[in-house]
Nanobody
Framework: QVQLAESGGGLVQPGGSLRLSCAASGFTLDNYVIGWFRQVPGKEREGVVCISSSSDGSTYYADSVKGRFTISRDGAKNTVYLQMLSVKPEDTAVYYC?????????????????WGQGTPVTVSS
C-alpha cells in the first residue's frame, strides 16, 4: 500500500528556514519521482519542485522558489526532504508531496496518483 506522510511544517518568520519531510512506505522511493506542491485556500494546488528517480536525479523547480528551496532524497530512510530557506509570507500554504505510477515529473497535480495528507507552513512575523 503506497503511503506518503509529510511532516516538518509550522510557523516561521520571514527570512527563516524550515525543512519538510516526505516519508514513503509501501514502495521504494528511489525508483519514483516525488513532487512537492502547495495550496492556499481558494487556489489550485501549485507545483513547487519535483525530483526524478535516483537513477536520473533531475530536479525541476518553480521559478518562485529557485535559489531558496532545495529538494533531496535519503534512500536509506525512504524519505525526501524540502529545505526551505529565505522564506517569504507568500510561501504560506499547506505543502503536499506526491508520486505517480508513470515515474515522470510534472508541474500538474493531475499527473500524480498518490498524495500525503499535507503539512501547513505559515510564514509570519
Amino acid at each position: 500500500q503506497v503511503q506518503l506522510a509529510e511532516s516538518g511544517g509550522g510557523l516561521v518568520q520571514p527570512g527563516g528556514s524550515l525543512r519538510l519531510s516526505c516519508a514513503a512506505s509501501g514502495f521504494t522511493l528511489d525508483n519514483y519521482v516525488i513532487g512537492w506542491f502547495r495550496q492556499v485556500p481558494g487556489k489550485e494546488r501549485e507545483g513547487v519542485v519535483c525530483i526524478s528517480s535516483s537513477s536520473d536525479g533531475s530536479t525541476y523547480y518553480a521559478d518562485s522558489v529557485k535559489g531558496r528551496f532545495t529538494i533531496s532524497r535519503d534512500g536509506a530512510k525512504n524519505t525526501v526532504y524540502l529545505q526551505m530557506l529565505s522564506v517569504k509570507p507568500e510561501d504560506t500554504a499547506v505543502y503536499y508531496c506526491a508520486t505517480n505510477r508513470e515515474r515522470l515529473c510534472s508541474a500538474y497535480a493531475s499527473s500524480y496518483d498518490y498524495w500525503g495528507q499535507g503539512t501547513p507552513v505559515t510564514v509570519s512575523s
